[in-house]
T-cell receptor, first 113, second 116 residues
């Protein structure tokens, strides 16, 4: 089954404790991205990657890091989480070029206290 | 001005009603226009997409694009409680678009509730 898998689904952590949210896709897609979704603000892109070892900032990259060492994996790293990073996070993947269909993971609900 | 504007609602309608959801945009480079549906506690899923102007129909759903007005619509006929979800419009330019290389640009989403 074609899918994007995020882990964990739910996470409560304390301010300053480094964490990683994993994302893996099995569709051999070149393009992967991370979004955060907040009430009233919609989906905002954090980082994206056009291919292995190629990453770039989205609209709200501050406080986040990513890496793309393998085509299927695109982890999101919060080096020092803060309460304003409490949000619902989605990973997505798609083919590059004219493709319009992005496949989203189930989401990770992160709470930073 | 945001690139894509979408009324967040919420929108509540009775079962069987015709629903109209809309987005406006400012970037003339957009050529692909999409509607994603997001159920509660799930990730968005592509519902329909249209290239350039015109209409596209899929069952009870019709997507319309008016590029002259920079306005897109999604119509749902005979709405059902199972259509209750948040609907997000999304748009994409053709080829490279500044530094974002054809990223999908999303509206904020409209939350729809269809009451039995």
């Amino acid at each position: 089954e074609a899918q994007v898998t995020q882990n964990p689904r739910y996470l409560i952590t304390v301010t300053g404790k480094k964490l990683t949210v994993t994302c893996s896709q099995n569709m051999n897609h070149e393009y992967m991205s991370w979004y955060r979704q907040d009430p009233g603000l919609g989906l905002r892109q954090i980082y994206y990657s056009m291919n292995v070892e190629v990453t770039d900032k989205g609209d709200v990259p501050e406080g986040y890091k990513v890496s793309r060492k393998e085509k299927r994996n695109f982890p999101l790293i919060l080096e020092s989480p803060s309460p304003n990073q409490t949000s619902l996070y989605f990973c997505a993947s798609r083919k590059t070029g004219a493709s319009t269909e992005a496949f989203f993971g189930q989401g990770t609900r992160l709470t930073v206290v | 001005q945001k690139e894509v504007e979408q009324d967040p609602g919420p929108l509540s309608v009775p079962e069987g009603a015709i629903v109209s959801l809309n987005c406006t945009y400012s970037n003339s480079a957009f050529q692909y226009f999409m509607w994603y549906r997001q159920y509660s506690r799930k990730g968005p899923e592509l519902l329909m997409y249209t290239y350039s102007s015109g209409n596209k129909e899929d069952g009870r759903f019709t997507a319309q694009v008016d590029k002259s007005s920079k306005y897109i619509s999604l119509f749902i006929r005979d709405s059902q409680p199972s259509d209750s979800a948040t609907y997000l419009c999304a748009m994409k330019a053709v080829g490279n678009y500044g530094g974002s290389q054809g990223n999908l640009i999303f509206g904020k989403g409209t939350k729809l509730s269809v009451k039995p």
